[in-house]
């Protein structure tokens, strides 16, 4: 399959997954990152908190890609405030995805599993979600396997 990895990671979480899935599937790697870079954990979640409120999601400091190519994205990013960090979910809004198979990760603390993956759902009416996988600090998911058992 032709595919590539989108992915946001902070702290190198979700780009350690990223890393794995690029070397399995030979996946062309796609960083999508927030004009201005989130900070320290209490600064992004105040910065975070602040932009739900006024509605203003951080600006993207990448253009979306053409994915028009692969048939098969996959789309990493770290849990934030219960689901999917505003600017991915804008990004993932904006890119042609309609009719691509999706293969979603997220990391996290130890919240979001069902709402991110409820977020994705409603973002990609036209897609096929498949094989989402979900770990966090609390409930550690085995990378390997799941990577493994992707066909
Ligand atoms: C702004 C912000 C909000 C977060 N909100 C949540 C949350 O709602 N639930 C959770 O379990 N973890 C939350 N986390 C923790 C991250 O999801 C977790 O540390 C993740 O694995 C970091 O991935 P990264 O290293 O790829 O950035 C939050 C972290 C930040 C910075």
Do not use: H
């Not at 989108?6 to 030979?26: E, L, W």
């Not at 770290?78 to 999706?102: H, S």
């Not at 498949?130 to 066909?151: L, M």
């Amino acid at each position: 399959m032709k595919c590539a990895v989108v992915y946001y990671s902070k702290t190198g979480v979700t780009k350690r997954i990223a890393d794995q899935i690029q070397a399995k599937f030979n996946a062309d790697v796609y960083l999508v990152e927030p004009e201005k870079a989130y900070g320290g954990f209490l600064s992004s979640v105040a910065r975070v908190v602040g932009e739900k409120i006024s509605k203003k999601g951080a600006a993207l400091k990448t253009a979306v890609s053409d994915f028009s190519s692969y048939d098969t994205v996959f789309i990493g990013f770290p849990v934030w405030c219960g689901t999917v960090p505003d600017f991915m979910q804008e990004y993932i809004r904006k890119a042609n995805l309609a009719g691509k198979r999706i293969i979603p990760f997220a990391t996290a603390s130890a919240t979001g599993k069902e709402s991110s993956l409820n977020t994705l759902k409603s973002l990609l009416p036209n897609s096929k979600i498949t094989d989402y996988f979900y770990t966090s600090s609390r409930q550690k998911g085995d990378v390997k396997g799941w990577i493994e058992g992707i066909e």
